[in-house]
């Protein structure tokens, strides 16, 4: 129950396209979802993050948004560019945790193609 | 801007070898963690630490496992006798503050292919 779900395992777009990395959770008890960004030879990045009580977040031109009913949370990459190739996670943590225990998805290797 | 380092950044060891996994968190950085990831597996979290003490760990973080501060720089990753399962990468985090929305900031990884 501990699972964040996350597809596809890898996305292959043009530049200028809208990527969607999309998640998923059982556990009611997450109430924080980060996307972290990796490239390759380097540990994880904190991207982007949100809390279950706003339904979109954006910073610059990246995108989460979130459905609480659903249980199901994506990450959109507007306007994508050469450099957003890397591996993405989207993660969570649970209520009242208190060092903040990362759950991670699977991951998924994007490539944009110029 | 300041990084969390490791080092090596990778290591070839022996079965039932003991190996040790060095990490430097960011300075002023006062909680630590390690996670792990084995080659096309997600990201798994093995244990947090802080004052001196584990604060928790993971099912996988069982007693072959052990994580040290032995100064005010280092924290370190210790397996007593090495599986090949335990072949993955393993990354340090450190955060500033604890709680569940605190950024934790990770190393590059070291790599660890047990023979």
């Known amino acids: 129950q501990q699972q964040v779900k996350q597809s596809p395992q890898s996305l292959i777009v043009q530049k200028g396209g809208i990527p969607i990395i999309n998640c998923a959770y059982e556990?009611?008890?997450?109430?924080?979802f980060p996307w972290y960004q990796q490239f390759p030879g380097k540990g994880p990045a904190l991207l982007i993050a949100i809390r279950p009580d706003v339904s979109e977040k954006k910073e610059g031109r990246f995108t989460i948004s979130f459905n609480k009913s659903a249980k199901q949370f994506s990450l959109h990459i507007m306007d994508s560019q050469p450099g957003d190739s890397a591996t993405y996670f989207c993660?969570?943590?649970?209520?009242?945790?208190?060092?903040?225990?990362?759950?991670f998805g699977r991951g998924t290797q994007l490539t944009v193609w110029p | 801007e300041p990084e969390v380092t490791q080092t090596p950044s990778h290591q070839v060891t022996q079965m039932g070898q003991e190996v040790i996994l060095r990490c430097v968190p960011i300075?002023?950085?006062?909680?630590f963690y390690w996670y792990r990831q084995i080659l096309g597996q997600k990201v798994e979290f093995l244990v947090s630490f802080y004052n001196n003490e584990i604060s928790e760990k993971s099912e996988i973080f069982d007693d072959q496992f052990s994580v040290e501060r032995p100064d005010g720089s280092n924290f370190t990753l210790k397996i007593r006798s090495t599986k090949l399962e335990d072949s993955a990468m393993y990354f340090c985090?450190?955060?500033?503050?604890?709680?569940?929305?605190?950024?934790?900031?990770f190393g590059p990884g070291t790599r660890l292919t047990v023979l």
């Open positions: 556990n009611t008890a997450f109430d924080y």
């Open positions: 985090a450190s955060s500033t503050n604890r709680g569940s929305t605190d950024t934790q900031y």
């Open positions: 993660a969570a943590t649970l209520r009242g945790s208190t060092l903040g225990r990362l759950y």
């Open positions: 300075s002023n950085h006062l909680y």
